[in-house]
């Protein structure tokens, strides 16, 4: 749940139910948890897997700390971090991730992740993410495929052709 609220506060989206306490439904739409963020963090390929519980109380820690400092009571029924609203997150995740915070390597990491997973879905396929309606995918624009699974762009992305296709080009795209 903490890691999942860190991931939520990079790239807020809506709650995924009405009781939910690890998205704050910050944002309208799916935020890094929709789109993966725990699953890429998981992810063996990632490298960071098994520090997630390490970084989890780590940031329960920092969150417990923050409350005090800031006379706030945390409820009891969800880890620390979760239980603070949106904005006492963000202040959290500020400092944590400020160039002369000593932990900033590791939250600035799991930031990265979180935007990985929203912008990129780096550990879905791309076809697969798109026909799940991946949020971040699908709110930058990211073309869908033709019917045979290739992309194809009839229109050059800076309104003119840069360079003709070279003569030996095969009829798959590859150089001869």
């Known amino acids: 749940m903490t890691i999942e609220a860190y991931a ?22 799916g935020g890094a948890v929709a789109a993966g963020a725990l699953e890429l963090l998981t992810w063996s390929a990632g490298g960071l897997a098994e520090q997630l519980g390490t970084f989890a109380f780590l940031l329960d820690m920092h969150a417990t700390e923050y409350a005090a400092e800031h006379d706030l009571t945390l409820d009891d029924d969800v880890p620390p971090f979760v ?30 992740f979180s935007n990985m997973a929203y912008d990129s879905a780096a550990h879905m396929n791309t076809t697969d993410a798109l026909a799940a309606g991946h949020p971040g995918l699908l ?30 080009t095969t009829p798959t795209g590859s150089p001869a």
Not at 83 to 93: C, M, Q, S, Y
Not at 139 to 168: C, K, M, V
């Open 83 to 112: 239980a603070l609203d949106f904005g006492h997150r963000t202040a959290l995740v500020r400092r944590l991730t400020d160039p002369g915070h000593p932990e900033k390597q590791i939250w600035v990491g799991l930031a990265l």
């Open 8 to 29: 939520d506060t990079i790239i807020p989206g809506e709650r995924r139910f009405p009781d939910d306490r690890v998205c704050a439904g910050a944002a309208p739409g």
């Open 139 to 168: 709110a930058i624009g990211y073309a869908t495929p033709e019917a045979d699974g290739l992309w194809r762009f009839p229109r050059f992305s800076y309104g003119r052709q840069l360079a003709p296709i070279h003569p030996n």
